[in-house]
Nanobody, 126 residues
């Protein structure tokens, strides 16, 4: 059983930056592709970014490409999401997730993820 503990997030003005972290325990972190999803009020959970087991491959939703960066440190069992040039529409609860599915499939949606963090709120004020 893998536990994912998230940290970071909070309130930031539009154009600002925030960083999220997700620390894994209870399993072999490098066995999992990792992803970030988000869910805004009244909306479905949507894919944000994913990174492969080794960190060599990444994938981003079009809405965040060029602004967000996903990375991981397998020595620290942690995945990160650096968010720059934040917009009000980025306001959401952000979730990290671990999956054994191929990274190319993760963008299809939240189904099939093996483990989830509890979420952290990111609020971007305009």
């Amino acid at each position: 059983q893998v536990q994912l503990v998230q940290s970071g997030g909070g309130l930031v003005q539009a154009g600002g930056s925030l960083s999220l972290s997700c620390a894994a325990s209870g399993g072999t972190f490098s066995n999992y592709n990792m992803a970030w999803f988000r869910q805004a009020p009244g909306k479905e959970r949507e894919f944000v970014a994913a990174i492969s087991r080794s960190g060599g491959n990444t994938d981003y939703a079009d809405s965040v490409k060029g602004r967000f960066t996903i990375s991981r440190d397998n020595t620290k069992n942690t995945v990160y999401l650096q968010m720059n040039s934040l917009k009000s529409e980025d306001t959401a609860v952000y979730y990290c997730a671990a999956a054994r599915l191929p990274i190319a499939i993760l963008r299809r949606g939240a189904d099939g993820m093996d483990y989830w963090g509890k979420g952290t709120l990111v609020t971007v004020s305009s």
